[in-house]
């Protein structure tokens, strides 16, 4: 009977876009609301100054999304280029070089000679970049798909406080949108940890303390500069 093991390390790239975007839009637009809230402000100027987070929120991480998948990107097809150019020049020298790889990793001489051989036979080119370079995928992430997606996940995460703040009333908003942020960021962190394989206390236990934490230091700020003005 055959054996088939549920790995979960092929969720870490959206998984980690998929958290970060949501996380962000939680903390930062709580924490934008609750800043403005301690000013004395009205709640029509909260709720502009949590749209216009949401906004600048959103469009900042799918810029630097798009420019971290981009220069990655950019790098991995240079390695490979290099790795090409090898390749033409000297090719005994590049199965060389991938059978001392395969004999440090524990294979005998000959054997790794021969592995290397037959890997290269099939791509000499995605052999060296699996087990020289340490690429994985050759292919990357699509930069635009990158960008959507964080996008996405940032306006999820920050509607919810944005919410929040719209429904309830004046007098209860920095409380209430502390406490519904926080839950939602246990939430998040528990359901990420979970489909990680990691432990769902720890997971909601690490976003909900710096979530808090931003949101005092956004509320400190804001009461500061609303008793000065």
Same mark, same amino acid.
């Given at each position: 009977m055959s054996h088939e093991e549920n790995h979960r390390s092929n969720r870490?790239?959206?998984?980690?876009a998929a958290?970060?975007? *949501?996380?962000?839009?939680?903390?930062?637009? !709580?924490? =934008?609301?609750?800043?403005? &809230?301690?000013a004395n402000t009205t709640q029509d100027s909260i709720l502009l100054a949590g749209i216009a987070g949401l906004v600048a929120?959103?469009?900042?991480?799918? *810029?630097?999304?798009?420019?971290?998948?981009? !220069?990655? =990107?950019?790098?991995?097809? &240079?390695?490979?280029?290099?790795?090409?150019?090898?390749?033409?020049?000297?090719?005994?020298?590049?199965?060389?070089?991938?059978a001392l790889i395969y004999e440090q990793r524990g294979l005998e001489p000959i054997l790794a000679r021969q592995v290397a051989e037959q890997l290269m036979e099939h791509d000499a080119l995605g052999a060296h970049a699996r087990d020289e370079i340490g690429l994985s995928d050759t292919h990357g992430a699509n930069p635009i798909q990158a960008a959507m997606f964080s996008a996405t996940t940032f306006t999820i995460g920050a509607s919810l406080p944005l919410l929040v703040a719209w429904v309830v009333p004046l007098a209860l908003l920095i409380m209430l949108v502390a406490v519904f942020s926080l839950l939602f960021l246990a939430f998040l962190g528990a359901i990420a940890a979970r489909a990680g394989g990691a432990s769902m206390r720890t997971g909601a236990i690490r976003v909900t303390f710096w979530g808090a934490l931003a949101m005092v230091l956004t509320a400190v700020v804001g009461q500061v500069f609303g008793v000065v003005a």
């Open positions: 870490v790239g959206w998984l980690r958290v970060l975007g *949501a996380n962000d839009g939680i903390v930062s637009t !709580s924490s =934008l609301i609750i800043g403005v &809230a301690a929120g959103a469009m900042s991480m799918a *810029a630097g999304e798009y420019v971290s998948v981009s !220069s990655q =990107l950019d790098t991995i097809e &240079a390695d490979l280029a290099i790795e090409k150019q090898a390749l033409e020049q000297d090719y005994e020298d590049e199965i060389d070089e991938l």
